[in-house]
């Protein structure tokens, strides 16, 4: 194997933690503008965001690539895991505080100063739950979700955290980078998605994987062609398109646990028949 195959994982690692570097640069911008300058502002935010989807992608590629080539090694996924944590970590943390939480126009008094609060706190939280989701990953071997899919399947145990920080960049990017200060209930909401994200990625549910899908087999045909349509859609309606897909692979996990926990309760006894004497 050539040594070009031996470092072209590592750099689309390097990549990744470009990305990331770039987006917190973007936003420590942003926030820097001033209300006058609002439009630019958003239009910085998107920008910051979408370094966080081009992140995905690249994070994608460098382990496909490291197992296609057989140039999987230690220093590899200490080095991808370093990157995942500042590019799906740190820099998500802070756009969804200075996109969203920072915004938040709370009602005044005691309980808008401890709304506030609370959005640093979750902020905090969704960072730490993030370096924990990635620790985990990394000293577990073959872990096993809470509930089981089907056998031969490869799944994560809980939100990985790549799509976590991709639903945040979707929603500011559907935004498109606008800040939310006009309806305080908005900034509820955004504070209530950075609290469920970080529960996903150290919980112990199921998500798809998606590494046993390899487009070089004949029957990925179909494959193939979704993920041609895809690029289509995201290249020119990338706003609802990348905001859809998010939110359905974040809320497929959920789905499948509460699906599961409904089948799983007991069927309620019959009721004794009386005979009419």
Not at 136 to 162: A, C, M
């Amino acid at each position: 194997m050539g040594r070009g195959a031996q470092v072209l994982p590592s750099v689309f690692t390097a990549g990744t933690l470009f990305c990331g570097f770039y987006s917190m640069m973007k936003t420590l911008q942003a926030i820097a503008l001033g209300p006058e300058r609002a439009a630019e502002a958003a239009t910085t935010f998107d920008v910051a965001a979408l370094a966080i989807g081009v992140a995905v992608f690249t994070d994608g590629m460098d382990g496909r690539i490291a197992r296609l080539t057989n140039q999987v090694s230690e220093f590899g996924k200490e080095l991808d895991s370093l990157a995942d944590m500042i590019t799906f970590g740190l820099a998500p943390a802070l756009l969804a505080f200075g996109w969203g939480i920072r915004s938040i126009q709370p009602p005044s008094g005691a309980l808008g100063e401890h709304l506030t609060r609370l959005g640093y706190f979750l902020a905090f939280v969704y960072t730490v739950c993030g370096a924990a989701r990635l620790a985990r990953f990394n000293v577990q071997r073959n872990p096993v979700p809470k509930n089981p899919g089907r056998s031969g399947r490869k799944y994560f145990v809980g939100l990985p955290i790549p799509s976590a920080a991709a639903m945040l960049g979707a929603v500011v990017h559907a935004a498109g980078g606008h800040s939310i200060r006009n309806w305080f209930p908005w900034g509820l909401l955004w504070l209530a998605l950075i609290g469920l994200l970080s529960f996903l990625m150290v919980c112990t549910w199921r998500y798809p994987s998606f590494k046993d899908l390899n487009l070089f087999q004949q029957r990925s045909r179909v494959a193939v062609v979704v993920f041609a349509m895809m690029i289509y859609l995201v290249w020119n309606f990338s706003e609802p398109v990348l905001l859809a897909a998010a939110t359905v692979y974040v809320g497929g996990g959920i789905v499948v646990r509460i699906g599961g926990l409904l089948r799983r309760r007991p069927k309620p006894l019959p009721e004794p028949q009386h005979e009419l004497r």
